[in-house]
């Protein structure tokens, strides 16, 4: 169960340690400790393989980073669950597996590069009424075929002021794992983190199309845990 706890007197690191050597997410501590174990006994055979394979190293500890962030205050507001590109918002049902209808959400889908981070967060607080894992494909995220072709999971989430809120990860051609935390009946906290996908990958949010004002458009870059997606209507 995830604990409704939330730490409003987070510090800010302004250290050159913390710049240099960001704290990692726990799925990455393994992975960068295997790269780096490799490059140095390559480096006993070769400088070259071995510099390169530090090299590579380097950018996996780079891309397991896992910053801390500072969520906006507001039962209202719904708050990107990951950095990236937003792409062209629609307007779409629910994923079909959900089994919920046809009801039109507005959909706001975030790509995430290799280069952003891939921690993802909660964009909402409240109770998860349904988690699904789909196998699947591995298209170029940024394709919208993505979202009903690809490996993903799919978390749905209801909130304190009653609205459903789904989100979903999304496998990407370069991602092969999604990891999520959550599973039915947690109590989730906006801001918190719950996953990751490792390795290029994509998020979409569906949000209740008559009752938010969408804050973001196309192109526009998000911060996980601090851009203001949408605001619930007066």
């Known amino acids: 169960m995830v ?8 510090k800010v690191d ?6 240099l050597l960001p704290k990692i997410s726990a ?25 390169f394979a530090i090299a590579i190293s ?9 910053p801390e962030r500072f969520t906006p205050e507001g ?8 950095d990236g590109i937003v792409l062209p918002i629609i307007e779409a049902p629910l994923p079909e597996e959900l089994k919920m209808g046809n009801e039109k959400f507005i959909k706001i889908s975030i790509f995430m590069s290799v280069f952003n981070v891939h921690v993802n967060r909660n964009p909402v607080s409240g109770k998860v009424l349904k988690t699904l894992y789909i196998a699947g494909k591995f298209f170029n995220a940024d394709l919208d075929k993505a979202s009903k072709d690809n490996e993903r999971n799919l978390v749905l989430v209801q909130t304190e002021n009653g609205d459903k809120i789904c989100y ?3 496998a990407g051609l ?3 794992r999604i990891v999520s935390y959550l599973k039915k009946d947690d109590e989730v906290v906006k801001g918190e983190r719950f996953g990751l996908i490792k390795f290029g990958s994509r998020l979409d ?12 458009m196309a192109g526009q870059t998000m911060v996980s845990g601090e851009t203001i997606l949408a605001k619930l209507k007066k």
């Open 3 to 10: 604990k409704k706890v939330k730490d409003v007197n987070k």
């Open 14 to 19: 302004l250290s050159i340690k913390s710049f």
């Open 27 to 51: 799925e990455g501590v393994v992975i960068v400790a295997i790269f780096f174990a490799i490059s140095f006994l390559l480096l006993l055979i070769s400088n070259v393989l071995g510099m």
């Open 58 to 66: 380097l950018f996996a500890f780079y891309f397991f980073r896992d």
């Open 75 to 82: 039962d209202d507001l719904i708050i990107a669950p990951a």
């Open 168 to 170: 979903v990860q999304i």
């Open 174 to 176: 370069v991602a092969r």
């Open 205 to 216: 949010i569906y949000i209740p199309k008559s009752k938010y004002d969408i804050k973001v």
